[in-house]
Each structure stands twice: as C-alpha cells, then as structure tokens.
C-alpha cells in the first residue's frame, strides 16, 4: 500500500463539527495530508449534515478519496447518513483502538466524529490512528465484508 500521506483524504462537517474541521484540516497538513473539503466552507447554523457528508461518502465509495472524515456535532447523524452509501463502512470513533481496529478487521474507510464531543488533541489522535492502519485481510475479516457487500447489492 502507498504511504497513507501520498494519498487524498476528503473531510466535510456541518455546523456542529466546522470548528473540529478547520483544527484536523491544519493538523492532517501539517503531516502532509492532501485533504479535499467536501464543506462547510462557513459557519451557517442553518445547514444540515447530509448536505456535506453524502456526497463524501460518495467519494469514498468511488475510490475518489482514500478515506474520509466526517464531522456533525455528535458524530451520530453523520455515521448514519454515510452509511446509506454501498461500499462505505463508516463508525462513530470516540476512543483510540476503535480508531484502528474498525480499519484493520471491518475495512473501515470513513470516520465519524462529534465536533461537540471530542476534543482537538483527541481528534487529532483518532485521526491520525484511522489514515495510518491498514486492512488485516484476514480470512474472516474478508468473509464477513464480502457477507455486508452482499446485503448492500440487494438494496
């Protein structure tokens, strides 16, 4: 696999999670994170979380981005509205191993975080542990993917 750094990371949050945004969007550059910003692009109490986090769970679905994350004021909405979109696997990360584990044994490839839960050092960990893990592949881990790939083809 290419360094996780050499590659595109989308990130998008609502009003709840803008300030949590702007701070991992500084942060991921600083450790030469490309970043492609699916919005807010201001702080508008008015917008809504589905608005910035289909479309980049689309992305991450298309291969587009690497991975993502998204950010609403509890993590919750934002975890639900992605994984409506086939081919991502997105979970509320609110503590470090879940950050790496949901990677290495469930594929993750988009995170969720609460912008009015998590802390900015807390998110920059959670971060960094979920762009720098990789899949196991395993054979059980590949068995129970291929079992949610095939619910998601019925739909």
């Known amino acids: 696999m290419a360094n996780p750094s050499s590659l595109k990371i989308g990130i998008c949050a609502d009003h709840g999670g803008f300030e949590l945004k702007e701070n991992i969007t500084r942060f991921l550059r ?11 692009t ?16 689309n992305s991450v679905a298309q291969g587009e981005v690497y991975r993502g994350i998204a950010i609403c004021g509890s993590g919750v909405g934002a975890c639900i509205a992605a994984n409506k979109i086939a081919g991502v696997r997105a979970a509320l990360i609110t503590e470090h191993f879940s950050a790496h584990q949901g990677v290495e044994d ?29 899949f196991i592949g395993a054979e059980r881990h590949l068995r129970r993917l291929q079992k949610i790939q095939k619910v998601e083809k019925k739909l």
């Open 30 to 40: 600083k450790q030469n994170y490309e970043l492609l910003d699916f919005g807010a």
């Open 42 to 57: 201001e702080l508008n109490n008015d917008d809504d979380f589905p608005d910035f986090v289909i479309p980049l769970a």
């Open 106 to 134: 469930d594929d993750m490839n988009l995170i969720c975080l609460g912008g009015r839960i998590t802390g900015f050092a807390s998110a920059e960990e959670l971060a960094l542990t979920f762009l720098k893990a990789e």
